[in-house]
Protein backbone atom coordinates (compact mmCIF):
# COMPACT_ATOMS: atom_id res chain seq x y z
CA UNK A 1 0.00 0.00 0.00
CA UNK A 2 1.18 3.72 -0.95
CA UNK A 3 1.39 6.69 1.19
CA UNK A 4 -1.88 8.00 -0.98
CA UNK A 5 -3.67 4.58 -0.05
CA UNK A 6 -2.82 5.03 3.30
CA UNK A 7 -4.61 8.53 3.70
CA UNK A 8 -8.16 6.92 2.55
CA UNK A 9 -7.95 4.23 5.48
CA UNK A 10 -6.49 6.98 7.73
CA UNK A 11 -8.79 9.48 7.16
CA UNK A 12 -12.15 7.26 7.38
CA UNK A 13 -10.94 6.36 10.52
CA UNK A 14 -10.24 9.60 12.25
CA UNK A 15 -13.97 10.71 10.87
CA UNK A 16 -15.45 8.34 13.15
CA UNK A 17 -13.28 9.59 15.48
CA UNK A 18 -14.75 12.89 15.47
CA UNK A 19 -11.60 15.34 13.94
CA UNK A 20 -12.71 18.48 12.09
CA UNK A 21 -12.53 18.41 8.70
CA UNK A 22 -10.48 21.26 9.50
CA UNK A 23 -7.88 19.15 11.16
CA UNK A 24 -8.19 16.88 8.30
CA UNK A 25 -7.70 19.35 5.56
CA UNK A 26 -4.60 19.96 7.90
CA UNK A 27 -3.55 16.33 8.19
CA UNK A 28 -3.71 16.19 4.27
CA UNK A 29 -1.70 18.92 4.00
CA UNK A 30 1.20 17.45 5.70
CA UNK A 31 0.83 14.03 3.48
CA UNK A 32 1.07 16.03 0.37
CA UNK A 33 4.36 17.90 1.86
CA UNK A 34 5.79 14.73 2.90
CA UNK A 35 4.69 12.67 -0.26
CA UNK A 36 6.68 15.69 -2.52
CA UNK A 37 9.38 15.32 -0.02
CA UNK A 38 9.67 11.68 0.16
CA UNK A 39 7.82 10.22 -2.69
CA UNK A 40 4.46 8.21 -2.88
CA UNK A 41 6.39 4.65 -1.21
CA UNK A 42 5.02 1.72 -0.26
CA UNK A 43 4.42 1.06 3.39
CA UNK A 44 7.10 -1.16 3.28
CA UNK A 45 9.92 1.29 1.94
CA UNK A 46 9.32 3.80 4.94
CA UNK A 47 11.69 2.97 7.78
CA UNK A 48 12.34 4.92 10.95
CA UNK A 49 15.62 6.17 9.54
CA UNK A 50 13.94 8.02 6.66
CA UNK A 51 11.18 9.60 8.56
CA UNK A 52 13.89 11.12 10.96
CA UNK A 53 16.12 11.94 8.12
CA UNK A 54 12.50 14.15 6.62
CA UNK A 55 12.06 16.07 9.94
CA UNK A 56 15.49 16.96 10.57
CA UNK A 57 15.68 18.92 7.24
CA UNK A 58 12.22 20.18 8.23
CA UNK A 59 13.98 21.93 11.25
CA UNK A 60 16.07 24.28 8.84
CA UNK A 61 13.03 26.16 7.52
CA UNK A 62 9.91 25.47 9.99
CA UNK A 63 9.21 26.81 13.11
CA UNK A 64 9.05 24.67 16.53
CA UNK A 65 5.38 25.15 16.65
CA UNK A 66 5.22 23.62 12.69
CA UNK A 67 7.16 21.34 13.27
CA UNK A 68 5.90 19.76 16.38
CA UNK A 69 2.41 19.57 14.05
CA UNK A 70 4.73 17.70 11.70
CA UNK A 71 5.82 15.47 14.04
CA UNK A 72 2.23 14.87 15.70
CA UNK A 73 0.85 14.06 12.06
CA UNK A 74 3.40 11.76 11.21
CA UNK A 75 3.31 9.62 14.33
CA UNK A 76 -0.19 10.02 14.14
CA UNK A 77 -0.17 8.41 10.91
CA UNK A 78 2.41 5.50 10.84
CA UNK A 79 0.69 4.89 14.28
CA UNK A 80 -2.12 3.98 12.92
CA UNK A 81 -0.75 1.67 10.14
CA UNK A 82 1.71 -0.35 12.25
Known amino acids: MKLDE????????KRILG???H???????QLKMLIREM??????EVSLNLLK????????????????HRIRFVRSLF???F
Open 23 to 29: TLKAYFL
Open 39 to 44: GNLELE
Open 53 to 68: DYLAKQTERLKPSSLG
Open 19 to 21: FSP
Open 79 to 81: SFC
Open 6 to 13: LWMLYEVD
